[in-house]
């Protein structure tokens, strides 16, 4: 907890929240504006150079992977935070993905 919490927090009387319900606004709090924009800028820019580049290669099944993997990360990112407890564990196996597909990619070379 700190002071910008109790703010966000505690707005009305009815509502209580806790900061791993706040999505990107957790991670805004918790390491600054830059901070976040280090956290998820990798990750984004990751999955979407990996969907242009099996676009360009013409490789269906890794664009339509690689695309609904962003397409469920987006909009879960606003929702709740990627690199919270609970939802850190789906990061790993994220990154897994991409690797294999860039391990892929260079066999394919």
């Known amino acids: 907890m700190n002071m910008n ?13 806790y900061i791993v319900d706040l999505g990107v606004m957790n991670s805004i709090v918790q390491v600054g504006i830059i901070g ?26 890794w664009a339509i992977l690689i695309s609904g993997i962003l397409f469920y990360l ?11 407890e609970k939802a850190i564990v789906a990061l790993p196996f994220l990154l897994c993905i991409l690797n294999i597909y860039k391990l892929n990619q260079l066999q394919k070379r």
């Open 5 to 17: 919490t109790n703010f966000i927090l505690h707005g009305n009387l009815d509502t209580q929240m």
């Open 74 to 84: 987006l909009p879960a990112s606003i929702l709740q935070d990627l690199f919270a």
């Open 36 to 61: 976040t924009l280090i956290l998820y800028i990798p990750v984004f820019w990751k999955l979407i150079s990996s969907l242009i580049k099996s676009v360009k290669d013409k490789d269906r099944q």
